[in-house]
Structures are given as C-alpha cells and as structure tokens.
C-alpha cells in the first residue's frame, strides 16, 4: 500500500521524479518528462539552439532541420515532433 508520494520537477524544466514511499519501508523512484510551455524551458535550449544555428549555417531548410532534431531524438514542448513552422518561430524568437 502506498504511503506517501512526492513529486519533484528540476527548475521549469521538461525534467521531473516521482518518489513513491511505500508501507514496510520500500522506496521507488519514477523519471519522466513533463509538458512545457516555450522552447526555453526545454533543460538542453542552448544545445538545441545551437544545432538549429550549426544546420542553419550548413545552408540547410527549416524542414530539413525540424527533420534532423526529430531524427536526432530533440523533443520540442508540446508536440511530439519538430515541423518547419516551429524552426521559423524558433529563428525569429532567437535571431537565427
């Protein structure tokens, strides 16, 4: 039987824990990834930011680049797949 839960979120983070305290002692610990709201609030933006940057400066499309995040295992807020209109929003919130 359960006892008590805490739930832990890393900052604003995607990242957060649950840990479940059971009766008799045993403790369990679950990750998983939580929505957010702005690409900002991913726990790795900058690395992402920065390969948005690098594939950009290779001459590469806003698809072909929503393409290689997805293909890479990126992961924006909200949607379960990077898509050309995220990268322009993406370019014009950071000044690509």
Known sequence: MLER???IVVGET???GLVCHWVGGTVTKHAFTRPV?????LENF?????RVIDLRSQGAT???I?????TEGW??????????????????????
Do not use: W, Y
Not at 37 to 41: D, I, L, V
Not at 66 to 70: K, R, V
């Open 5 to 7: 839960v805490e739930l």
């Open 14 to 16: 995607e990242r957060a």
């Open 37 to 41: 709201r702005r690409f900002e609030q």
């Open 46 to 50: 900058d690395k992402l930011l920065a």
């Open 62 to 64: 806003a698809q072909i």
């Open 66 to 70: 929503a393409d290689a995040l997805n």
């Open 75 to 96: 992961a924006p807020p909200k949607k379960d797949s990077f898509n050309a209109p995220m990268i322009h929003r993406l370019g014009t919130c950071q000044r690509l």
